[in-house]
């Protein structure tokens, strides 16, 4: 027998606020038309004044703790991915930890952009393998309109705000492909791609915040290739192919990137659970968000394969194979 991940609860918050693109065609020169055939995005909810990821990230957090049946002093790891943290400094994550009533373990940020839910995921899995955390909370949760250069219509239209976490309890299994719970983890990272998506200011160099600078069409072609190539590594680790994969949770960048990566694939796109159209890209929290809302739906369920991808600045990139 061997430890594995169960993941026993998930949960997700949107802020209220939604923008139509007829909104953002008021701000920026850009048309609905434009924003739907190129990326398939028709809306995305936008935090309010004052809302901050880390109340995104508690508001997710509370709904995957009662999903899970559990409160938040049982957690003993709690890891945020995010690229739009509160402060500099402490972790938004401690911040998270005190709301939800955790008080023991360990609770920090990771950063790996759109691929950070992802990331965070693979590194409380590891937690669980090893024996040193028993129940995980992994939360994906971004305020990116903070970060937008709202005069850049070849990048504010594309993003959103939002949230997701799940819970994860270590569960000991037989060991096989068959078992349930996260079967695999697999990441990737190429630095010298930093200047094709990046932000331009931080503490370290220009002591500001900066905003969101991209080249989208080079993004757009290492995501096909490279969300193919893990995909077929994350397969290919576990002895299944893409025949067997139920659901796909994919990153939602794109619809032209998530119908390129299937059609890479061979996965029929009605086996693709798709958000980005009222989510937009949400960054590390699009992952968690499609996720429990296919839960949420019954789309996901229990001994369903599904495979959970995603890419994003640096490159960083990755994969998780999970049995529900
Ligand atoms: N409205 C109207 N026109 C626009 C807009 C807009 N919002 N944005 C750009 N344009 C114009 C450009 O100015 C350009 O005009 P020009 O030909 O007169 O110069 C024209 O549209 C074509 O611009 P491109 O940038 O070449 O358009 P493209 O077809 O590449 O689509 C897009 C742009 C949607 C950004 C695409 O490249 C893409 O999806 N890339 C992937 C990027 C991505 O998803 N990044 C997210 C983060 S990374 C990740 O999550 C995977």
Redesign the pocket.
């Known amino acids: 027998m061997i430890l594995r991940s169960r993941i026993v609860g998930c949960g997700s918050y949107l802020p209220e606020r939604v923008v139509s693109n007829a909104e953002?065609a008021r701000m920026?020169?850009?048309?609905d038309e434009?924003?739907v055939e190129?990326?398939g995005i028709r809306s995305r909810h936008l935090a309010a004044e004052g809302q901050s990821t880390s109340d995104l990230a508690t508001a997710a957090a509370q709904r995957a703790l009662q999903a899970a049946g559990i409160t938040g002093a049982e957690v003993d790891l709690l890891v945020l991915a995010t690229a739009t943290p509160d402060h500099t400094f402490p972790a938004t994550a401690t911040k998270v930890q005190s709301r939800i009533g955790m008080t023991g373990g360990a609770a920090f940020d990771i950063q790996a952009?759109?691929s950070g839910f992802i990331y965070a995921l693979s590194i409380a899995d590891n937690f669980i393998k090893a024996g040193q955390a028993r129940t995980a909370l992994v939360i994906g949760a971004e305020t990116f309109s903070r970060i937008l250069d709202w005069t850049d219509?070849?990048?504010?239209?594309?993003?959103g705000d939002g949230a997701g976490a799940m819970v994860l309890r270590a569960e000991a299994q037989p060991g096989t492909n068959q078992d349930r719970g996260i079967l695999s983890t697999h990441l990737h990272s190429d630095g010298r791609h930093h200047d094709l998506?990046y932000v331009d200011g931080g503490p370290s160099t220009t002591q500001t915040v900066g905003h969101l600078r991209?080249e989208?069409?080079e993004?757009?072609r290492h995501?096909v290739s490279n969300l193919a190539q893990v995909v077929g590594e994350a397969l290919e680790a576990n002895g299944l192919k893409a025949d067997d994969i139920t659901w796909v949770v994919p990153?939602q960048?794109?619809r032209?990137?998530l119908d390129g990566t299937a059609r890479k694939l061979g996965l029929p796109p009605e086996r693709m659970v798709v958000t980005v159209d009222r989510h937009a890209?949400t960054?590390a929290a699009s992952v968690p968000l499609a996720f429990a809302e296919a839960v949420n739906d019954g789309r996901l369920k229990s001994g369903d394969l599904v495979l959970l991808e995603?890419?994003?600045?640096g490159f960083t990139w990755g994969a998780a194979l999970v049995r529900l």
């Open positions: 953002m920026v020169d850009t048309s434009w924003i190129r990326t952009v759109c219509r070849g990048t504010c239209v594309l993003f998506l991209m989208g069409k993004v757009f995501a990153h960048a794109n032209r990137i890209n960054s995603a890419m994003g600045g």
